[in-house]
């Protein structure tokens, strides 16, 4: 169990001094803990990128947290942890010491430019995953949840807390109503 810890801790760390956001770090981390180390599924793993959205705080926490936990309890959840808190914190130290350097260097704003660009591209790989969870249902019901959803965020000023419950509240009503005819069909 440590030694799958430690494991933990060394992929969570690195992929945080490489990934420059929480949300960048997740195709990251599914194609680490999914494609190479094979401790979970696909789906799974899109279910656990599904709840640490739901958590409260950084994404980054909420989901080392879930696959820290599901691969050895409470150890493989604080050693995930540990390595996703522990690069940012080292660099904050590090830019704030020499952020008149920093802030002024023609080269960190050319790195810092270019990092955007893979940054993007890590973001659009978390969406089209996403999104091929919605496709395998293929239910119309699903792209046009997912739609609204996209438009309540572009267009509303509301906080995404009340689209949570919303979406919330509609999966329990449709669970229901399928219970329902499910029943009634027997």
């Keep these: 169990m440590l030694k799958k810890a430690w494991l933990l801790f060394i992929n969570t760390f690195s992929i945080s ?14 194609n680490r803990f999914v494609d190479k180390y094979g401790w979970f599924t ?31 309890g409470i150890i493989g959840a604080l050693a995930s942890v540990l390595g996703v808190v522990l690069p940012p ?41 996403l999104f091929s969870g919605v496709q395998k249902m293929n239910k119309p ?15 509303t000023k509301f906080s995404i807390f009340y689209l949570a419950l919303l979406c919330i509240a509609i999966a329990i009503i449709k669970t229901l109503m399928t219970k329902k005819k499910v029943e009634e069909s027997l």
């Design 89 to 129: 914190f080292i660099m904050m130290v590090v830019v704030t010491y020499f952020y008149t350097f920093i802030s002024t260097n023609a080269y960190v704003r050319i790195f810092i430019d270019g990092m955007q660009a893979g940054v993007c591209a890590m973001l659009l790989d978390v969406v089209l995953g």
């Design 141 to 155: 019901f699903y792209y046009v949840m997912v739609l609204l959803s996209f438009l309540y965020v572009r267009l």
């Design 42 to 72: 696909k789906e799974e793993m899109e279910d656990f990128i599904a709840l640490a959205q739901s958590c409260p705080g950084p994404i980054a926490c909420s989901s080392a947290t879930i696959i820290g936990y599901q691969s050895c």
């Design 17 to 30: 001094m490489t990934a420059n956001s929480g949300y960048a770090m997740l195709g990251v981390i599914k």
